[in-house]
């Protein structure tokens, strides 16, 4: 069955510190890897996507991610926290062609920030 | 260019009472997906539309809900009657690729009492 996990429900940083949002997903074909963010209030708004090609994938507001095949992982990454980062994150997969043609998320991570 | 319209922005209503939910996609997008976001239960797909004609409703809760699109700029989720474990944010979305690549709308907060 297809499914998105992203373990960790809430995360605490400093501002300035560095930032891993972790993802695995389970899926029968070669899924489109995407991650949203979700400040207080909002919709959601894309910050990246993953189709092919190199897997290191840079997005808006200082995020990348990395799709790593053998591990089914798409972690999101930021060198360098600012307290506006402070919001939830979901990670979701796609269909890459046919099959399956929903997008599925993940429970999300919350990611709160210290001055 | 507009983002995905959503009115109203917040909803309080009475257990009983019909509710309308808008949605105004993105111009040119071809694909309008509707959400419900809880606590409990995260980010579930009610419903999706392509080019104005359901696709998949498996995810509408129950005969409740009813979701039509009649043009291509306009999409309404009505709830009747509604009920306090409807009380959710509704989130509508548009895409021109399919189900990747959604822009999400800044969603309706409903309240039933």
């Known amino acids: 069955a297809q499914s998105v996990t992203q373990p960790d429900i809430h995360i605490t940083v400093s501002e300035g510190a560095s930032l891993e949002l972790r993802c695995n997903y389970s899926y029968g074909a070669t899924p489109y890897l995407f991650w949203y963010v979700q400040s207080p209030g909002q919709g959601l708004q894309l910050l990246l996507k993953y189709f092919s090609g190199d897997t290191l994938v840079q997005g808006i507001k200082g995020f990348e991610a990395e799709f790593k095949r053998s591990q089914s992982s798409f972690n999101l990454r930021k060198p360098s926290v600012h307290w506006s980062d402070a919001a939830e994150y979901f990670c979701a997969v796609g269909p890459a062609s046919g099959g399956y043609n929903k997008l599925i998320f993940g429970a999300g991570t919350r990611l709160a920030v210290h001055p | 260019d507009a983002g995905v319209i959503q009115s109203p922005r917040h909803e309080v209503t009475e257990m009983g009472q019909e509710v309308t939910l808008r949605c105004k996609p993105i111009?040119?997008?071809?694909?309008l997906f509707w959400y419900r976001q809880t606590m409990m239960r995260g980010l579930e797909l009610l419903i999706y539309f392509n080019n104005n004609v359901p696709i998949d409703d498996s995810g509408m809760p129950e005969d409740r809900f009813s979701a039509k699109m009649p043009n291509a700029s306009f999409s309404t989720l009505k709830i009747q009657p509604s009920e306090p474990r409807d009380s959710a944010v509704y989130f509508c979305?548009?895409?021109?690729?399919?189900?990747?690549?959604?822009?999400f709308g800044p969603g309706t907060r409903l309240t039933v009492t």
């Open positions: 111009s040119g997008h071809d694909y």
């Open positions: 979305a548009s895409s021109y690729t399919g189900p990747n690549e959604q822009y």
